[in-house]
């Protein structure tokens, strides 16, 4: 079994930072790519950023040059450095993980239960 959980929301005020963290653990044996989504209200799920094994990002139009993304392969963990936060930037966070359990599965996605962000003043 794998687990995907994401810690490091909260309330913080418009223009101010945010460290999300993500942790998979449970058998794994290799992972691909990590990634963060976020959903507000009434919205669709959107892509914010994702980040490969290699180290390649992606980033969404609207959080380019204000959210950084990075992951530590050897504790299975990927961040978001959030700064420059907008009261639009508000929305329930969540990580994903596509990884393999074994040598021989296919690859797979893996969900945390998300992590509230709420910009206000």
């Known amino acids: 079994q794998v687990q995907v959980v994401e810690s490091g929301g909260g309330l913080v005020q418009p223009g101010g930072s945010l460290r999300l963290s993500c942790a998979a653990s449970g058998i794994i044996f290799s992972i691909s790519s990590m990634g963060w989504y976020r959903q507000a209200p009434g919205n669709e799920r959107e892509l914010v950023a994702s980040i490969t094994s290699s180290g390649s990002t992606n980033y969404a139009d609207s959080v380019k040059d204000r959210f950084t993304i990075s992951r530590d392969n050897t504790k299975n963990t990927v961040y978001l450095q959030m700064s420059t936060l907008k009261p639009e930037d508000t929305a329930v966070y969540y990580c994903?993980?596509?990884?393999?359990?074994?040598?021989?599965?296919?690859?797979?996605?893996?969900w945390g239960q998300g992590t509230q962000v709420t910009v206000s003043s």
């Open positions: 994903v993980t596509i990884l393999r359990s074994s040598g021989s599965s296919p690859s797979r996605s893996y």
